[in-house]
């Protein structure tokens, strides 16, 4: 099985960036998309941003020109970097492998942007 760990997250006051990892436990880039989502207490997860295994992205539309996804296939890791952070952004960023068979996520890293 896939194993995915988040790191990254932190306090960071509105305007400010993080860059978030997802570290995999294989080579899984060929045959996954990748995916970043992020859940805020008493909503739904919500897909923030993705990348194919053809190195294809898409955002959400509340995102889009201010994070960033990206891979690096020799380290097994996939980022989300994110700029001019809003208060709203704050959630439990997690990220997903999704294979043709099922997905595996990670644990998940807690992203706070203060006011």
């Known amino acids: 099985q896939v194993q995915l760990v988040e790191s990254g997250g932190g306090l960071v006051q509105a305007g400010g960036s993080l860059r978030l990892s997802c570290a995999a436990s294989e080579n899984i880039f060929s045959v996954a998309s990748m995916g970043w989502y992020r859940q805020a207490p008493g909503k739904q997860r919500e897909l923030v941003a993705s990348i194919t295994s053809g190195g294809s992205t898409n955002y959400a539309d509340s995102v889009k020109g201010r994070f960033t996804i990206s891979r690096d296939s020799a380290k097994n890791t996939v980022y989300l970097q994110m700029n001019s952070l809003k208060p709203e952004d704050t959630a439990v960023y997690s990220c997903?492998?999704?294979?043709?068979?099922?997905?595996?996520w990670g644990q998940g890293t807690q992203v706070t942007v203060s006011s």
């Open positions: 997903a492998a999704h294979r043709t068979f099922g997905t595996y």
